[in-house]
């Protein structure tokens, strides 16, 4: 048991201590996660330039939409299901913007959000 904030926490429970943190502190750990991963930096670095990196696509303007999940998992080479995943994880923490368009789902990254997560590393560290 850890004393947190007046409270003894089990330091197994990480959920528990997610709800005394504060949030801005929650927020960096969700987006640090989500970095932490060498495929989901090669996704964030591969859509910094979408219309060099993967081919031309039918729907979906590459910039303003973003691209396919489909291109983005074709360009790793790995399963939807993991493509799915790692998509997912980089949305929930605000790092990619998922936009719904014809059943497809395109993604694009968040540049501001990008640059708060350098601005809160660079304060942070």
């Given at each position: 048991m850890v004393l947190l904030q007046g409270r003894w926490i089990d330091p197994q429970r990480r959920d528990l201590y997610f709800v005394f943190m504060r949030t801005s502190e929650s927020d960096l750990l969700l987006r640090l996660k989500a970095v932490a991963s060498?495929?989901?930096l090669a996704i964030l670095g591969d859509l910094k330039a979408p219309t060099i990196n993967y081919p031309p696509q039918v729907d979906g303007d590459p910039v303003a939409d973003g691209i396919c999940a489909d291109f983005i998992r074709?360009?790793?080479?790995?399963?939807?299901?993991?493509a799915s995943r790692h998509l997912t994880l980089l949305t929930d923490a605000g790092l990619l913007i998922a936009t719904r368009k014809k059943g497809w789902?395109?993604?694009?990254?968040?540049?501001?959000?990008l640059r708060r997560l350098a601005a809160d590393l660079s304060v942070s560290l």
């Open positions: 060498p495929v989901r074709e360009r790793l080479g790995i399963a939807a299901a993991t789902t395109f993604y694009r990254r968040d540049e501001d959000a």
